[in-house]
Protein backbone atom coordinates (compact mmCIF):
# COMPACT_ATOMS: atom_id res chain seq x y z
CA UNK A 1 0.00 0.00 0.00
CA UNK A 2 1.19 3.46 -0.90
CA UNK A 3 0.63 6.19 1.62
CA UNK A 4 0.01 9.46 -0.02
CA UNK A 5 -0.61 13.38 0.35
CA UNK A 6 -2.56 14.24 4.11
CA UNK A 7 -2.07 10.66 5.27
CA UNK A 8 1.84 10.82 4.66
CA UNK A 9 1.64 14.19 6.85
CA UNK A 10 -0.57 12.91 9.48
CA UNK A 11 1.68 9.77 10.03
CA UNK A 12 5.24 11.73 10.08
CA UNK A 13 3.91 14.03 12.96
CA UNK A 14 2.65 10.64 14.63
CA UNK A 15 6.42 9.30 13.76
CA UNK A 16 8.19 12.49 15.70
CA UNK A 17 5.33 12.73 18.13
CA UNK A 18 6.67 9.09 19.35
CA UNK A 19 10.39 10.17 18.92
CA UNK A 20 9.94 12.79 20.65
CA UNK A 21 8.63 11.11 23.99
CA UNK A 22 10.90 8.29 23.37
CA UNK A 23 14.14 11.16 24.07
CA UNK A 24 12.83 12.70 26.63
CA UNK A 25 11.62 9.59 28.12
CA UNK A 26 15.11 8.05 27.57
CA UNK A 27 16.76 11.23 28.77
CA UNK A 28 14.94 11.62 32.07
CA UNK A 29 16.13 7.87 32.87
CA UNK A 30 19.95 8.76 31.63
CA UNK A 31 21.55 9.56 35.55
CA UNK A 32 24.68 10.25 33.30
CA UNK A 33 23.32 13.05 32.13
CA UNK A 34 24.35 15.96 34.26
CA UNK A 35 21.92 18.95 32.40
CA UNK A 36 18.14 19.05 31.46
CA UNK A 37 17.42 21.40 29.15
CA UNK A 38 13.61 22.00 28.66
CA UNK A 39 12.72 19.88 26.02
CA UNK A 40 14.34 16.70 28.04
CA UNK A 41 11.93 17.31 30.73
CA UNK A 42 9.05 18.24 28.45
CA UNK A 43 8.60 21.94 29.47
CA UNK A 44 5.68 23.41 28.27
CA UNK A 45 6.55 26.73 26.02
CA UNK A 46 6.70 30.09 28.12
CA UNK A 47 3.82 32.88 27.43
CA UNK A 48 6.38 35.07 27.04
CA UNK A 49 10.32 35.64 27.44
CA UNK A 50 11.93 38.93 28.80
CA UNK A 51 15.77 39.60 28.80
CA UNK A 52 18.06 41.21 31.06
CA UNK A 53 21.74 42.00 30.45
CA UNK A 54 24.39 40.14 32.31
CA UNK A 55 26.86 39.84 34.32
CA UNK A 56 24.02 38.97 36.82
CA UNK A 57 24.97 40.74 40.54
CA UNK A 58 22.63 38.62 42.07
CA UNK A 59 22.03 34.44 42.99
CA UNK A 60 19.47 33.55 44.95
CA UNK A 61 18.64 30.23 46.62
CA UNK A 62 14.90 28.71 46.86
CA UNK A 63 13.53 25.18 47.96
CA UNK A 64 10.44 24.01 46.51
CA UNK A 65 8.41 22.72 50.11
CA UNK A 66 6.68 20.80 47.49
CA UNK A 67 6.78 19.01 45.56
CA UNK A 68 8.71 16.72 47.99
CA UNK A 69 12.63 15.91 46.94
CA UNK A 70 13.07 13.82 43.67
CA UNK A 71 16.07 11.29 43.82
CA UNK A 72 15.62 9.49 40.60
CA UNK A 73 15.51 11.22 36.87
CA UNK A 74 12.14 10.07 36.21
CA UNK A 75 10.91 11.95 39.51
CA UNK A 76 12.32 14.76 39.36
CA UNK A 77 11.30 15.14 35.40
CA UNK A 78 7.77 15.21 37.05
CA UNK A 79 8.60 17.38 39.39
CA UNK A 80 9.81 19.55 37.00
CA UNK A 81 6.53 19.27 35.11
CA UNK A 82 4.26 19.42 38.56
CA UNK A 83 6.03 22.95 39.21
CA UNK A 84 5.97 24.43 35.47
CA UNK A 85 1.78 23.68 35.88
CA UNK A 86 1.51 25.44 39.14
CA UNK A 87 3.31 28.33 38.27
CA UNK A 88 1.73 28.60 35.06
CA UNK A 89 -1.97 27.49 35.98
CA UNK A 90 -2.87 28.39 39.68
CA UNK A 91 -0.15 31.55 39.62
CA UNK A 92 -0.40 32.50 36.34
CA UNK A 93 3.10 33.35 35.41
CA UNK A 94 4.79 33.16 31.94
CA UNK A 95 6.54 30.17 33.31
CA UNK A 96 8.19 28.39 35.71
CA UNK A 97 9.32 30.93 38.25
CA UNK A 98 13.02 29.53 38.87
CA UNK A 99 16.34 30.34 36.02
CA UNK A 100 17.32 26.89 37.25
CA UNK A 101 16.14 23.61 39.39
CA UNK A 102 18.24 21.03 41.38
CA UNK A 103 17.27 17.41 42.15
CA UNK A 104 17.57 15.47 44.08
CA UNK A 105 19.47 13.02 40.98
CA UNK A 106 21.69 15.77 41.26
CA UNK A 107 21.04 17.24 37.98
CA UNK A 108 20.63 20.53 36.61
CA UNK A 109 16.72 21.27 35.35
CA UNK A 110 16.89 24.37 32.97
CA UNK A 111 13.75 26.57 34.13
CA UNK A 112 14.02 30.46 32.47
CA UNK A 113 17.73 29.91 32.24
CA UNK A 114 20.04 32.87 32.35
CA UNK A 115 19.61 36.77 31.82
CA UNK A 116 15.56 35.86 31.58
CA UNK A 117 13.58 37.47 34.05
CA UNK A 118 12.77 35.09 36.18
CA UNK A 119 9.45 35.01 38.97
CA UNK A 120 10.87 33.86 42.17
CA UNK A 121 12.15 37.19 44.32
CA UNK A 122 10.22 40.54 43.94
CA UNK A 123 12.69 43.13 42.68
CA UNK A 124 15.30 40.82 41.92
CA UNK A 125 13.62 39.42 39.00
CA UNK A 126 15.44 41.12 36.62
CA UNK A 127 18.48 40.86 38.13
CA UNK A 128 19.31 37.31 39.68
CA UNK A 129 19.74 34.17 38.76
CA UNK A 130 17.20 32.29 40.82
CA UNK A 131 18.16 28.62 41.46
CA UNK A 132 15.90 25.88 43.43
CA UNK A 133 16.71 22.39 45.30
CA UNK A 134 13.46 20.45 44.86
CA UNK A 135 12.30 19.24 48.06
CA UNK A 136 11.67 20.87 52.20
CA UNK A 137 14.82 21.97 53.62
CA UNK A 138 13.36 23.30 56.52
CA UNK A 139 15.32 20.66 58.77
CA UNK A 140 16.81 18.22 56.39
CA UNK A 141 20.34 19.19 54.67
CA UNK A 142 20.05 18.46 50.80
CA UNK A 143 22.26 15.52 49.85
CA UNK A 144 25.61 16.77 49.06
CA UNK A 145 25.21 16.27 44.85
CA UNK A 146 22.18 18.58 45.35
CA UNK A 147 25.00 21.31 46.75
CA UNK A 148 27.91 20.50 44.14
CA UNK A 149 25.54 20.35 41.30
CA UNK A 150 24.17 24.51 42.87
CA UNK A 151 28.35 25.39 43.41
CA UNK A 152 29.14 23.64 39.55
CA UNK A 153 26.04 25.95 38.22
CA UNK A 154 27.80 29.15 39.71
CA UNK A 155 31.00 28.74 38.79
CA UNK A 156 30.43 28.28 35.50
CA UNK A 157 28.32 30.90 35.27
CA UNK A 158 31.05 32.88 36.45
CA UNK A 159 33.72 31.61 34.70
CA UNK A 160 31.72 32.40 31.35
CA UNK A 161 31.03 36.10 33.04
CA UNK A 162 27.28 35.21 32.81
CA UNK A 163 27.29 35.56 36.21
CA UNK A 164 29.53 38.84 38.17
CA UNK A 165 32.70 37.67 39.17
CA UNK A 166 31.53 39.69 42.56
CA UNK A 167 28.08 38.24 42.45
CA UNK A 168 25.69 38.37 46.14
CA UNK A 169 24.51 35.35 47.10
CA UNK A 170 22.00 35.40 49.55
CA UNK A 171 18.46 33.12 50.37
CA UNK A 172 14.89 33.97 49.18
CA UNK A 173 13.51 34.75 52.84
CA UNK A 174 16.28 37.59 52.38
CA UNK A 175 13.68 39.63 49.76
CA UNK A 176 10.19 38.93 50.79
CA UNK A 177 8.60 36.93 54.17
CA UNK A 178 9.04 33.51 53.95
CA UNK A 179 10.13 30.72 55.06
CA UNK A 180 12.72 29.69 51.99
CA UNK A 181 14.91 27.96 51.27
CA UNK A 182 14.24 25.97 54.60
CA UNK A 183 16.71 26.78 57.48
CA UNK A 184 19.01 23.83 57.14
CA UNK A 185 20.12 24.74 53.90
CA UNK A 186 19.69 29.08 54.87
CA UNK A 187 22.41 28.07 57.59
CA UNK A 188 23.71 25.94 54.60
CA UNK A 189 24.73 28.97 52.06
CA UNK A 190 25.45 31.04 55.16
CA UNK A 191 28.67 29.39 54.92
CA UNK A 192 29.61 29.69 50.97
CA UNK A 193 31.53 32.15 49.08
CA UNK A 194 30.23 35.37 48.64
CA UNK A 195 26.96 35.40 50.97
CA UNK A 196 25.70 38.18 52.24
CA UNK A 197 24.03 39.29 55.38
CA UNK A 198 22.16 41.73 53.65
CA UNK A 199 18.20 42.13 54.48
CA UNK A 200 15.95 44.06 51.45
CA UNK A 201 12.49 42.17 53.10
CA UNK A 202 9.35 43.29 51.27
CA UNK A 203 6.29 42.22 51.25
CA UNK A 204 5.13 41.48 47.71
CA UNK A 205 1.53 42.83 48.35
CA UNK A 206 2.98 46.07 48.64
CA UNK A 207 4.65 46.32 44.95
CA UNK A 208 2.88 47.95 42.70
CA UNK A 209 1.91 46.04 40.01
Partial sequence: ???TGRRTSVLAVVVLQVLGTWKGAMACSMPTVPYVSRD?????APRSVDKFPGPIPFVIIHHTYEPAACYTPADCCKAMQAIQRFHQQ???????GYSFVVGGDGRIYQGRGFNVVGAHA?????KSVGICLIGD???DLPPENMLAAVQTLIDYGVRMNIIASNYTLIGHRQTRPTECPGDRLFKEIQTWAHF???MDVVDPNSIPT
Wanted: charged fraction near 25%; proline fraction near 8%.
Fill in 122 to 126: PRYND
Fill in 40 to 44: VWSAN
Fill in 90 to 96: DRGWNDI
Fill in 137 to 139: WRV
Fill in 196 to 198: SPM
Fill in 1 to 3: MVI
